[in-house]
């Protein structure tokens, strides 16, 4: 299994975070890749340092920002090429907890998805989230759920677990955060398995910038029902097997 992290311009908390990943890492997560997304603030280096210290710790690097689609399409690329059976992915930030790792491990390996939710009535808090962002998952997951029937909680969280055998990245082009959408759309189109897993929601900051003009909250939520409407239309013309 192959546990993978992006990251950009997280120099103030990797050292924390991937010593916090170390000392809980389940002996079932075979190797770490961090994929460094054109960090400009000396996250590269932090990273190598690590990986020059740490036993099965990989890092990619990109000479630029490519976007967050970019970072989980390059990780399902690796777990692919490395014969993973499955990957799990998380964030940096101090927004998913290393703690939980061992949970996405107590599920069904031939489950398809296992999505981390931060709004199950289970789900622990600290801190408070952004109103907007809140605001349009829950807008997001309601499209979701009446179009799909399913019961999702949380669209756009981070920490997961594929199994690989289910997945073909190269049918996927949005590298921005849109890519949710775009799997979700894949998911129903191939009928995968999903179940959601609480976990904590963490907000200890809300300074996250979705970069250029995406800030603004109508922008962004016209983004994400553009690109799942494209996704619908891109995988209503392949072949299910």
Same mark, same amino acid.
């Given at each position: 299994?192959?546990?993978?992290?992006?990251?950009?311009?997280?120099?103030?908390?990797?050292?924390?975070?991937?010593?916090?990943?170390?000392?809980?890492?389940?002996?079932?997560?075979?190797?770490?890749?961090?994929?460094? +997304?054109? $960090?400009? *603030?000396?996250?590269?280096?932090?990273?190598?340092?690590?990986? #020059? %210290? @740490?036993? !099965?710790?990989?890092?990619?690097?990109?000479?630029?920002?490519?976007?967050?689609?970019?970072?989980?399409?390059?990780?399902?690329?690796?777990?692919?090429?490395?014969?993973?059976?499955?990957?799990?992915?998380?964030?940096?930030?101090?927004?998913?907890?290393?703690?939980?790792?061992?949970?996405?491990?107590?599920? +069904?390996? $031939?489950? *398809?998805?296992?999505?981390?939710?931060?709004?199950?009535?289970? #789900? %622990? @808090?600290? !801190?408070?989230?952004?109103?907007?962002?809140?605001?349009?998952?829950?807008?997001?997951?309601?499209?979701?759920?009446?179009?799909?029937?399913?019961?999702?909680?949380?669209?756009?969280?981070?920490?997961?677990?594929?199994?690989?055998?289910?997945?073909?990245?190269?049918?996927?082009?949005?590298?921005?955060?849109?890519?949710?959408?775009?799997?979700?759309?894949?998911?129903?189109?191939?009928?995968?398995?999903?179940?959601?897993?609480?976990?904590?929601?963490?907000?200890?900051?809300?300074?996250?910038?979705?970069?250029?003009?995406?800030?603004?909250?109508?922008?962004?939520?016209?983004?994400?029902?553009?690109?799942?409407?494209?996704?619908?239309?891109?995988?209503?013309?392949?072949?299910?097997?």
């Amino acid at each position: 299994m192959l546990l993978a992290i992006p990251v950009f311009n997280e120099a103030g908390s990797l050292q924390e975070v991937f010593s916090e990943i170390m000392h809980h890492l389940p002996p079932e997560i075979q190797a770490i890749v961090a994929i460094d +997304d054109g $960090s400009t *603030d000396g996250s590269a280096d932090i990273l190598d340092d690590l990986a #020059s %210290r @740490t036993s !099965g710790l990989f890092v990619r690097h990109h000479t630029e920002n490519h976007g967050y689609g970019c970072a989980m399409i390059e990780s399902m690329q690796i777990a692919i090429r490395h014969s993973y059976s499955h990957l799990i992915t998380m964030d940096c930030d101090r927004q998913h907890r290393p703690e939980d790792l061992s949970r996405f491990l107590e599920f +069904d390996p $031939s489950i *398809d998805v296992v999505s981390g939710s931060r709004y199950r009535p289970d #789900s %622990r @808090t600290q !801190g408070h989230a952004p109103e907007d962002r809140v605001e349009i998952n829950a807008r997001i997951t309601r499209k979701l759920n009446r179009k799909y029937g399913w019961n999702l909680t949380d669209s756009f969280c981070g920490f997961k677990r594929y199994r690989m055998e289910s997945i073909d990245p190269s049918l996927f082009r949005d590298t921005g955060y849109a890519f949710p959408m775009e799997f979700w759309a894949y998911c129903h189109r191939f009928a995968l398995t999903i179940q959601e897993l609480a976990v904590s929601r963490i907000y200890t900051t809300d300074s996250r910038s979705f970069g250029e003009d995406l800030d603004r909250r109508r922008k962004r939520y016209r983004y994400y029902l553009e690109t799942w409407r494209a996704a619908e239309k891109k995988f209503a013309g392949l072949t299910v097997a």
